[in-house]
T-cell receptor, first 117, second 114 residues
């Protein structure tokens, strides 16, 4: 069964607007972590934001915020004030168990975001 | 100074050959990983080492053999290369005792098997 699902293969957003990238996950472990990574066309993987399953507040990092809805098992990434440089593939990932476990991340299929000028 | 570095960045080789990819991290992390990204961009873990000890070995053909001479290095050797091995291989590292434990990735090594 797919543990991390990103249902949007591709998204478009106008420059300076906000965009939400969807991610749902499936786990029975009460302790887990959720991550978002950005992969620009140059290919490197850039860590954006982290949300722990026990965190009470939604994570934010600059223009990135994570809309964490635990009961719905969703961890959507919100990018505010989109910039042309945000055009990239975005991956949602999950670690089951605390970080002191294996540390292994399971990735979703990715969403390609294109920012239009 | 690159945190996680992989060499080579590109390999083009014939079927049946053997090749190696090297990875080094200077972050002081205790855990290193190999991930494979296929042509559809799907990322899947292959191996993980914690302090030189193999802790994850996913369903990977035994033609793939990782080696960790010390906790800063994790190499991947592939025997008898097949067309399906063509992919981008990412090395990553993390420190599992941090609260977040995010993975830091190398730039990837693009392997093309002809």
């Amino acid at each position: 069964a797919q543990k991390i699902t990103q249902t949007q293969p591709g998204m478009f957003v106008q420059e300076k607007e906000a965009v939400t990238l969807d991610c749902t996950y499936d786990t029975s472990d009460p302790s887990y972590g959720l991550f978002w990574y950005k992969q620009p066309s140059s290919g490197e993987m850039i860590f954006l934001i982290y949300q722990g399953s026990y965190d009470q507040q939604n994570a934010t990092e600059g223009r990135y915020s994570l809309n964490f809805q635990k009961a719905r098992k969703s961890a959507n990434l919100v990018i505010s004030a989109s910039q042309l440089g945000d055009s990239a593939m975005y991956f949602c990932a999950m670690r089951e168990g605390p970080s002191s476990n294996t540390g292994k991340l399971i990735f979703g299929q990715g969403t390609t975001l294109q920012v239009k000028p | 100074d690159t945190a996680v570095s992989q060499t080579p960045k590109y390999l083009v080789t014939q079927m049946g050959n053997d090749k190696s990819i090297k990875c080094e991290q200077n972050l002081g992390h205790d855990t290193m990983y190999w991930y494979k990204q296929d042509s559809k961009k799907f990322l899947k873990i292959m191996f993980s080492y914690n302090n030189k000890e193999l802790i994850i070995n996913e369903t990977v053909p035994n033609r793939f053999s990782p080696k960790s001479p010390d906790k800063a290095h994790l190499n991947l050797h592939i025997n008898s290369l097949e067309l399906g091995d063509s992919a981008v291989y990412f090395c990553a590292s993390s420190h599992v005792w941090t609260a977040t434990g995010e993975l830091f990735f190398g730039e990837g090594s693009r392997l093309t098997v002809l």
